[in-house]
């Protein structure tokens, strides 16, 4: 009898797993369910923001592309999970039986300091994006004071420290840097620190860029407040302290959306409603259930004095859908074999004409090693990055067999790794 897989969310992690699926298996079912009609190319929302591409640029619409590879599409809302009779609700009321479920939805973002939603701008969904490169271009005709960072509880800091880096370059372009001060205010403990205790020199980088580019830096604190013209933070010993702002861009806090929470504790971490896994990202109750990308609970790298969390990067997220895509055919066809991904991580932040990367493998410490550049072609690199993912997703592939070697021959990483037991917390290593 024909398995039916159901993957909620049509993001990175979902095309991912669906094509991976498909490759394993041209028997299966495979379902799609997105409430966005359109797959969009997230490390291009900082680029969307700054007016530097448009919407049709960095997405390409579901319903045409899915069927020409056998995958289901069902453009709606998922409500709700029934895990003990293998059911997915959809918004409109109707149902989807499923032998698999992998929840891919992504995070729903949580805007925790008073104000951050009303005053503050975001660029993690393209709608946000665009509405930023809307305020941008009326911050351009009356410049002021930035404020750029992330609220307690934040996991995702990359997209900060590229948000303030582009804006520099655009303000030199524009001939108006002179008017603008910078700040970056964050709940990490310093700079480079990003969620992973820094990665390899990410501090002495991070500091050195700041300094270069005269972005001030103010680190391990709280913010609690955001006006329309200032942002309102806290010290460790509950000082009160404000810095004006003309235009703010802060990142959210990420937590599971509603539909996972429906699932229940078993499914649903009761601390922040992200998808309970194991090392081969399989829910430890419900064995057919599978979490795929942002959405998964990823333990803290370390305890931080205002709170932070491990980000999930779009390389550990390949790495995922594959380890999750193997586990189910394996599973389907009676094989023990399982798999988990090593979470290796390719990180690249664009500064306008030069970026800076890193390569961390893995990137959840221990790590075997970690390579960091920061050149002109680095930013060439991303933009080029930017058109083969958008290539892979439009044929059908988000693995393809020669970028497997290539990681495994230029970078010595390989997505994933064979592993007898999965009982373990995701991350820890097989």
Not at 36 to 55: Q, V
Not at 63 to 90: M, T, W
Not at 350 to 374: L, Q, Y
Not at 377 to 399: C, M, N, P, Q, S
Request: proline residues 8%.
């Amino acid at each position: 009898m024909q398995k039916h897989v159901v993957i909620i969310g049509g993001g990175v992690g979902g095309i991912a797993t669906a094509y991976n699926l498909r490759k394993l298996d041209r028997n299966l079912k495979i379902t799609i369910v997105s409430n966005r009609p359109y797959f969009g190319f997230t490390p291009a929302f900082p680029h969307l923001a700054m007016g530097w591409r448009k919407f049709e640029d960095i997405t390409i619409p579901l319903a045409p592309l899915l069927p020409k590879f056998n995958i289901d599409f069902v453009n709606e809302a998922a409500e709700a999970i029934d895990p003990e009779n293998n059911k997915l609700k959809l918004k409109s009321g109707a149902e989807l039986e499923y032998d698999y479920l992998v929840i891919a939805t992504g995070p729903k973002l949580v805007f925790g300091a008073e104000g951050q939603e009303e005053n503050s701008t975001s660029i993690c969904t393209a709608e946000h994006a665009m509405e930023t490169q809307k305020k941008l271009e009326e911050f351009y005709r009356n410049p002021g004071p930035v404020v750029i960072g992330a609220i307690p509880g934040v996991s995702c800091f990359g997209p900060a420290y590229e948000f303030a880096f582009m804006l520099n370059y655009e303000l030199v372009k524009r001939n108006i840097r002179h008017k603008v001060p910078i700040t970056y205010i964050t709940s990490e403990p310093y700079v480079g620190h990003l969620g992973l205790g820094g990665v390899g020199p990410s501090r002495r980088m991070m500091e050195d860029l700041f300094a270069e580019k005269d972005i001030k830096y103010i680190t391990n604190v709280k913010v609690t407040k955001i006006e329309k013209d200032k942002v309102i933070y806290e010290d460790l010993d509950g000082n009160t302290y404000e810095e004006p702002a003309s235009l703010t861009m802060f990142m959210p806090r990420f937590q599971g959306p509603e539909v996972v929470a429906s699932a229940g504790d078993k499914v649903a971490n009761p601390m922040n409603k992200m998808v309970l896994v194991n090392r081969c990202f399989q829910n430890p109750t419900y064995g057919n259930i599978y979490g795929v990308g942002v959405v998964t609970a990823i333990p803290p790298v370390e305890k931080t004095p205002i709170p932070t969390g491990a980000p999930k990067t779009g390389q550990m997220i390949e790495g995922m859908a594959m380890a999750v895509a193997l586990n189910i055919v394996n599973d389907i066809h009676n094989s023990p074999d399982r798999y988990a991904p090593t979470l290796a991580a390719i990180c690249i932040a664009d500064m306008g004409k030069e970026a800076a990367g890193f390569v961390a493998n893995p990137v959840i410490p221990p790590r075997a090693w970690v390579k960091t550049k920061k050149a002109g072609w680095v930013h060439y690199l991303k933009t080029a990055f930017e058109k083969y993912f958008l290539w892979k997703v439009k044929r059908g592939d988000i693995a393809p067999w020669f970028e497997e070697k290539a990681l495994e021959l230029f970078l010595h990483i390989k997505p994933v790794e064979p592993c007898r037991e999965c009982e373990g917390s995701p991350g820890s290593r097989c």
